[in-house]
């Protein structure tokens, strides 16, 4: 399949790949699939002629493209009609209808991650600080107020390694699905839990399922990969330990999504470690690429960067292999929520407005956790009452904006939101930034959007041309882009439990043994 190319004309997107075309309207995108059977349509209209007469089906294609917003070249193109979008949602109201917030249960951690992003002077990870009861609950409630009464609330235990704070998270489920829930009766709060997994306290496994607490673990590939990249403090395997501890939640039937961090440790080989991910029973794989600065502002060495061409191609391999559905391969999963009339992203999360604050033990609130005691990402604290200071949160707003000079040209404007906004803060934004680390940080969010959005958008156009060409006529609709399937995919074949855990055993001892 050729690469996808991508043409702008005034507000009009034209993506092309392999005869077929995608076409929708920049600024409030609605996307129309056109197969190459009918694309000389789509250029006449574009082109507001058409030579040698009317062709059958011209009136009904030409009605189809204007409800969706899309105009001849020398016609202002317009908007679809859609919802208000979620750029300005959270501004016209008072609360926020969801957010989620992480708990920092512990400061400290047991593994030592070539690529942490809990700073050491930032996360006061040297004086391994445990939240308190207290200091939790009074954030829970104070976050709980921000948002609607029927509004949705996750809790997100974090850290360092939340399992070494266990008997907290454990009191506070107990405690929001006891007298919290009293007085938030239509909340809806839902538990969730980060963590590294080499730790499993004996009554884990009760608690998940008691209060529906579920997991998302990290495992970077296989062993020879995942012993560098995440070991033990003071060195050791820790890959033997969490591959057991999944096995544990799985023969329980408790689901584990499971994440890697890409680097240049495996950014050639994600395919192998997504086949891993399955292989050791996870539910779900996802691949979140290095951001380049921890929360002390430290950027990382340039080696460890994964190369973002790379990082698109292994992407697009995975994607395509159907290994996963959609819904079960993270960051597609997230992507192909954004296929909706009207919807725009004017940022890349949802940080600038509140909506992922993080408690630290010692009761203060920041935006994101790539954030934690940077003062200009302070947005409460617990002991002021003052969560969320709006004045942060604008700011913030006013940075990421996708009308910045570095995303204003882009057709995924308003599709991507500018990616993640961690390395815009701690990188772009700095004047003292290697050039480098610049460009890495612009290139691999861009990588992200150009080729899981192009993946989307072509795959489901194919896979409904027939339903689609059955709507062009007025008042038809393109199909929603949902969940799809792979029928040219042959996903690799499961590898046994016993040669995971052989393999995992050899790559221990040869590294005890380089020891």
């Given at each position: 399949?050729?690469?996808?190319?991508?043409?702008?004309?005034?507000?009009?997107?034209?993506?092309?790949?392999?005869?077929?075309?995608?076409?929708?309207?920049?600024?409030?995108?609605?996307?129309?699939?056109?197969?190459?059977?009918?694309?000389?349509?789509?250029?006449?209209?574009?082109?507001?002629?058409?030579?040698?007469?009317?062709?059958?089906?011209?009136?009904?294609?030409?009605?189809?493209?204007?409800?969706?917003?899309?105009?001849?070249?020398?016609?202002?193109?317009?908007?679809?009609?859609?919802?208000?979008?979620?750029?300005?949602?959270?501004?016209?109201?008072?609360?926020?209808?969801?957010?989620?917030?992480?708990?920092?249960?512990?400061?400290?951690?047991?593994?030592?991650?070539?690529?942490?992003?809990?700073?050491?002077?930032?996360?006061?990870?040297?004086?391994?600080?445990?939240?308190?009861?207290?200091?939790?609950?009074?954030?829970?409630?104070?976050?709980?107020?921000?948002?609607?009464?029927?509004?949705?609330?996750?809790?997100?235990?974090?850290?360092?390694?939340?399992?070494?704070?266990?008997?907290?998270?454990?009191?506070?489920?107990?405690?929001?699905?006891?007298?919290?829930?009293?007085?938030?009766?239509?909340?809806?709060?839902?538990?969730?839990?980060?963590?590294?997994?080499?730790?499993?306290?004996?009554?884990?496994?009760?608690?998940?399922?008691?209060?529906?607490?579920?997991?998302?673990?990290?495992?970077?590939?296989?062993?020879?990969?995942?012993?560098?990249?995440?070991?033990?403090?003071?060195?050791?395997?820790?890959?033997?330990?969490?591959?057991r501890h999944i096995g544990f939640l799985r023969a329980a039937d408790i689901p584990v999504a499971l994440r890697a961090t890409v680097t240049s440790y495996n950014v050639e080989r994600l395919l192998e470690v997504s086949c891993f991910h399955r292989d050791c029973g996870g539910t779900s794989s996802a691949?979140?690429?290095?951001?380049?600065?921890?929360?002390?502002?430290?950027?990382?060495?340039?080696?460890?960067?994964?190369?973002?061409?790379?990082?698109?191609?292994?992407?697009?391999?995975?994607?395509?292999?159907?290994?996963?559905?959609?819904?079960?391969?993270?960051?597609?999963?997230?992507?192909?929520?954004?296929?909706?009339?009207?919807?725009?992203?004017?940022?890349?999360?949802?940080?600038p407005y509140g909506n992922t604050p993080v408690v630290t033990a010692d009761g203060k609130m920041f935006t994101c956790i790539y954030m934690v005691n940077n003062s200009h990402f302070e947005a409460g604290s617990i002991d002021a009452g003052d969560y969320p200071r709006e004045a942060v949160l604008t700011?913030?707003?006013?940075?990421?904006?996708?009308?910045?000079?570095?995303?204003?040209?882009?057709?995924?404007?308003?599709?991507?939101?500018?990616?993640?906004?961690?390395?815009?803060?701690g990188i772009q934004r700095r004047p003292d930034s290697a050039a480098w680390a610049k460009r890495y940080t612009r290139e691999i969010s861009c990588a992200i959007s150009h080729t899981v959005l192009g993946e989307l958008l072509f795959d489901r156009g194919r896979a409904t041309t027939a339903v689609l060409?059955?709507?062009?006529?007025?008042?038809?609709?393109?199909?929603?882009?949902?969940?799809?399937?792979?029928?040219?995919?042959?996903?690799?074949?499961?590898?046994?439990?016993?040669?995971?855990?052989?393999?995992?055993?050899?790559?221990?001892?040869?590294?005890?043994?380089?020891?």
């Amino acid at each position: 399949m050729s690469d996808m190319k991508i043409l702008r004309q005034g507000d009009l997107a034209i993506l092309q790949e392999s005869g077929d075309t995608v076409c929708f309207h920049v600024k409030s995108p609605d996307p129309v699939f056109v197969p190459a059977s009918m694309r000389s349509l789509l250029d006449e209209f574009l082109a507001d002629k058409s030579v040698g007469g009317r062709k059958d089906g011209q009136d009904a294609f030409e009605t189809f493209c204007r409800e969706h917003g899309i105009r001849p070249n020398r016609k202002k193109a317009e908007p679809s009609v859609g919802g208000s979008g979620c750029c300005s949602c959270d501004r016209q109201k008072q609360q926020r209808t969801a957010a989620s917030i992480y708990l920092l249960l512990s400061h400290g951690c047991n593994q030592a991650c070539i690529y942490c992003l809990n700073g050491r002077e930032t996360y006061g990870v040297a004086d391994c600080a445990m939240m308190t009861e207290e200091t939790a609950r009074k954030a829970l409630r104070q976050v709980a107020a921000s948002i609607t009464p029927d509004g949705e609330l996750e809790v997100v235990f974090f850290g360092g390694e939340p399992l070494l704070n266990w008997p907290l998270a454990k009191n506070l489920m107990d405690w929001v699905d006891g007298e919290m829930r009293q007085d938030f009766p239509l909340l809806k709060i839902r538990f969730h839990l980060t963590t590294n997994l080499t730790l499993f306290p004996e009554d884990l496994i009760d608690y998940a399922k008691r209060h529906s607490l579920t997991f998302l673990v990290d495992v970077d590939g296989p062993p020879e990969i995942h012993h560098v990249t995440r070991p033990y403090k003071g060195g050791g395997a820790s890959l033997v330990d969490t591959v057991r501890h999944i096995g544990f939640l799985r023969a329980a039937d408790i689901p584990v999504a499971l994440r890697a961090t890409v680097t240049s440790y495996n950014v050639e080989r994600l395919l192998e470690v997504s086949c891993f991910h399955r292989d050791c029973g996870g539910t779900s794989s996802a691949f979140a690429p290095l951001n380049a600065v921890d929360s002390d502002g430290t950027i990382m060495p340039r080696a460890l960067c994964p190369d973002p061409r790379t990082y698109a191609a292994g992407l697009k391999e995975v994607y395509r292999s159907g290994i996963w559905p959609i819904d079960q391969l993270f960051p597609f999963n997230e992507y192909a929520k954004r296929f909706q009339p009207g919807h725009r992203m004017n940022h890349g999360c949802g940080a600038p407005y509140g909506n992922t604050p993080v408690v630290t033990a010692d009761g203060k609130m920041f935006t994101c956790i790539y954030m934690v005691n940077n003062s200009h990402f302070e947005a409460g604290s617990i002991d002021a009452g003052d969560y969320p200071r709006e004045a942060v949160l604008t700011w913030m707003r006013e940075v990421t904006d996708t009308n910045r000079r570095e995303c204003r040209h882009c057709v995924f404007q308003y599709l991507c939101g500018g990616g993640c906004p961690v390395g815009l803060f701690g990188i772009q934004r700095r004047p003292d930034s290697a050039a480098w680390a610049k460009r890495y940080t612009r290139e691999i969010s861009c990588a992200i959007s150009h080729t899981v959005l192009g993946e989307l958008l072509f795959d489901r156009g194919r896979a409904t041309t027939a339903v689609l060409e059955r709507q062009l006529r007025p008042g038809g609709a393109l199909p929603e882009l949902t969940c799809i399937e792979h029928p040219d995919a042959v996903a690799a074949p499961m590898i046994s439990q016993e040669a995971i855990w052989q393999r995992i055993e050899q790559e221990a001892i040869r590294g005890t043994t380089k020891n």
